[in-house]
């Protein structure tokens, strides 16, 4: 298990993270998400030791991350740290070498993971030869050489096309099902609720949130409730106390109930208001869920009377 405890880190006056926790076990998939400058690149660089935060720890399988166990993690940076003159086939057997393996292995692995992300054919091309989304390819195959045991990506997929997308998420499944344990930091949060049965939500250096994301939805679920009537719109919800219309549409409409209100009630103001065709609860998709957050931490102090 890899796991960040109670990471905080400061860059000048500015706290940038503040008491992060959060784990990823082997075989699971975790995606990492929040708005820019939210501190996820600080903190993938902190479970890297690319950088030590002010406070915290950082622990694989129970054992404080050191030289010799960061060299089983694999990582895309940011930055996308390759060297651009290097050919691709010999950069990716290097860090294969420098990782603990033999030359021959190394060398088996790179070809493998070329073949894999189809670059075979570029292997003796310097790597600023290629398009971008080529490139990308080459540094998640240097991520992935020498079959890591934890896996941490930050934003991955940004300017990928869609084939790229997939080719990416298949590898990303793969490597969860050989038993990697799998972070990813991304923007795309459909794609993170797609992928990943976990995740976690990161705002101005504070977790929000951290776990399955069906969890989260559920937690979040019971207070939104769609409702079908025939013949009726939805008039008759605007007058209730405490209920919001979300949305409408031409078969009904999607309710948010305040916490004091009773959906038996609402239910039985629909009963009364049209025929019932369907009345149930919704669950918020991630990306409503991440507003939500989003909007707990930065709705402005109100101004005082
Ligand atoms: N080396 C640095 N020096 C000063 N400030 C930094 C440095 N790296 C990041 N920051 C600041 O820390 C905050 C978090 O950045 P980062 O971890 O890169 O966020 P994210 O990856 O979520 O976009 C941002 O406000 C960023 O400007
Ligand atoms: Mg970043």
Redesign the pocket.
Known sequence: MLELSHLSHH??S?Q?LDDVTFSVAPGELVGFV??????????MRSALGVLRPDRGEVRWQGEPVDHTVRRRFGYMP?ERGLYPKMRIGEHLQFLGELRGMSGGQAKEASTRWMERLGVRERADDAIEKLSLGNQQRVQLAAALVHQPAALVL?EPFSGLDPSAVDDLAGVLEEETARGAAVVF?SHQLDLVERLCEKVAI?AE?RLLAFGEVDALRDEHGGRRVRVELENAGCDWAQELEGVGVVATDERGCLLELAGDVDPQQVLHAAQIAGRLRHFGYERPTLTELFREALAETTRPVPAPP
């Open positions: 860059f000048g500015r940038v929040g708005p820019n400058g939210a501190g996820k690149t600080t903190t940011e930050d930091s990161i250096g």
